[in-house]
């Protein structure tokens, strides 16, 4: 998808968006359909809807977050509190799908369930009901347990270890939609310096960039991972902090992932005062993509480049003059 908008003023953004279910197909007629809904509000800014990557149908998830019931683990039927229980998963990957009829725990609500396709590696996280203490009665041996157990993934040609309490998309095949898509919108900008915002642990840090980069990120097990990640790297930073309550240092690129709210004002502000030629916002809400897009074309940026890869991404590119 690509959409220019004419400004007077300085700039490109590229936003990529994560927003669709992997299954389905690349020629479904209601996928474009969904995105231009969602970008009516801001029209006169928008020209063509071009579709990208997709993620494997089935068995390519290796993350879930899953409810716990005396039962066993499921997933919350859809705007409801409802729980539909679960003894297996078509898109879990087969390390994972092992896993939901494996694990029992007491005095969670939820648990969320990572194994690693390179290493086999699995952990679980509880996440406790109130007051209560989470307790495992049955899991098998070789998973790991709470927030520093760790597991190992391959993306983008690079190890990045990931902790049980940091984010990390659904998988290595939507990870490297991800950086697939945002080396290409980066160009020769990834020479640095980078500004990673909403940074995580370092996917894009360590993949996209290849000189100087800071890292934005607020979740303490994110940074750590990030630094883990990025050691052996010089020339590069990790800051633990919000991006709006971060000082920006203006950066040539900046790379912006932000949570499903997207960047709203007050992200904006700084992404856009930090970017000195180009804006890369990844997002995984098409709501949330067309507000930041408008906003940071009132910020003066323009020219922008969108494309809208299925369960992988939505990138729109935003560049100074």
Not at 209 to 224: H, N
Not at 241 to 264: K, N, Y
Request: aromatic share 4%; glycine share 10%.
């Amino acid at each position: 998808m690509r959409i220019w908008l004419k400004r007077a003023n300085l700039a490109t953004i590229v936003v990529v968006c994560a927003a669709w279910a992997a299954h389905l197909s690349l020629d479904d007629s209601s996928v474009p359909m969904v995105l231009l809904h969602a970008l009516t509000p801001f029209w006169g800014a928008l020209g063509l809807v071009t579709l990208g990557a997709a993620v494997p149908a089935f068995a390519y998830r290796t993350t879930m977050r899953c409810a716990v019931t005396p039962g066993g683990l499921g997933l919350r039927s859809g705007a409801s509190h409802r729980v539909v229980p679960l003894d297996g998963c078509l898109v879990a990957h087969p390390l994972l799908d092992d896993l939901l009829g494996h694990v029992a725990v007491t005095g969670a609500d939820e648990i969320t369930l990572r194994v690693s396709s390179a290493t086999g590696e699995r952990n679980a996280l509880a996440h406790a009901r109130g007051r209560d203490q989470p307790r495992f009665g049955r899991v098998p041996d070789d998973v790991g347990i709470g927030q520093r157990a760790t597991i190992t993934e391959r993306v983008g040609g690079a190890d990045l270890v990931v902790s049980a309490g940091s984010f990390f998309q659904s998988g290595p095949a939507a990870a490297n939609v991800l950086v697939d898509a945002v080396r290409r919108a980066s160009g020769t900008l990834a020479d640095g310096p980078v500004v990673d915002a909403y940074g995580g642990v370092g996917l894009f840090g360590v993949c996209v960039s290849r000189g100087p980069v800071v890292v934005v990120e607020s979740s303490r097990s994110a940074c750590a991972d990030a630094r883990r990640n990025l050691r052996g790297r010089p020339d590069a930073t990790v800051v633990c902090s919000t991006v709006e309550d971060w000082t920006p240092t203006p950066a040539p690129l900046v790379i912006a992932d932000p949570a499903r709210a997207g960047l709203g004002r007050a992200g904006v502000g700084v992404v856009a005062a930090a970017a000195s030629r180009r804006v890369v916002l990844v997002s995984c809400d098409p709501v949330a993509m067309a507000r930041d897009a408008a906003l940071l074309a009132e910020s003066g940026l323009r020219e922008v480049e969108s494309r809208l890869d299925l369960a992988g991404i939505e990138r729109v590119s935003f560049g100074r003059a």
